[in-house]
């Protein structure tokens, strides 16, 4: 890329801020994939869940016994772990496919018709993990209990992928005039 680095326009799309976006998105939904979706799991003691007529004072005893061996019992009765952990798992791999899509995608500069609709296709392959991203989080914001609010930060990086990564697309037209029609051996 030519011109001067300060000089640049970041909102302007280009494949090296699209890349550097998807990183940043990636980063971000690590972070909060990695806090269990920001979810706050409440410590309760078991005993005290299952049998209500322990006294105040056994409750006491039986909390500090927790704390002495460092036994945290956690009530799973908010959310089921299984289920966080298979969205956990499937947002990893749509984020590893976003940036897997656009690094080979980068690494194509066409010569042949062929390899710029191979290029075009792994762009919209990024499109569509982006996509994918947005109704995984739809789903997880339905089942679980989620402020919506802490996860528009997150949907404005997504939609502003989506936009980096059409705009990309869009200026990759004027490629396609370049390219020969067919692969020459």
């Not at 326009?9 to 890349?19: A, L, M, R, V």
């Not at 990183?23 to 049998?51: A, P, S």
């Amino acid at each position: 890329m030519s011109g001067y680095y300060n000089k640049r326009d970041e909102n302007k799309p280009n494949n090296f801020n699209t890349f550097n976006h998807a990183l940043d998105l990636r980063l971000t939904i690590t972070e909060l994939l990695l806090r269990d979706f920001g979810l706050k799991v409440k410590k309760e003691n078991i005993l005290k869940l299952k049998n209500s007529s322990i006294s105040e004072e056994d409750n006491t005893i039986i909390e500090s016994l927790f704390d002495k061996y460092r036994y945290e019992p956690i009530c799973e009765s908010e959310f089921p772990s299984w289920f966080v952990e298979n969205n956990r798992k499937v947002l990893m791999n749509l984020c590893n496919d976003l940036i897997s899509h656009i690094s080979h995608a980068n690494s194509i500069y066409p010569v042949y018709k062929s390899e710029y609709f191979q290029r075009r296709n792994l762009q919209n392959l990024a499109i569509g993990d982006c996509e994918n991203i947005l109704q995984e989080f739809t789903y997880a914001i339905d089942m679980l209990p989620l402020d919506i609010n802490k996860f528009m930060p997150i949907v404005d990086m997504i939609e502003k992928q989506i936009a980096l990564l059409k705009g990309w697309r869009k200026s990759d037209a004027s490629l396609l005039e370049k390219t020969k029609d067919h692969d020459q051996k």
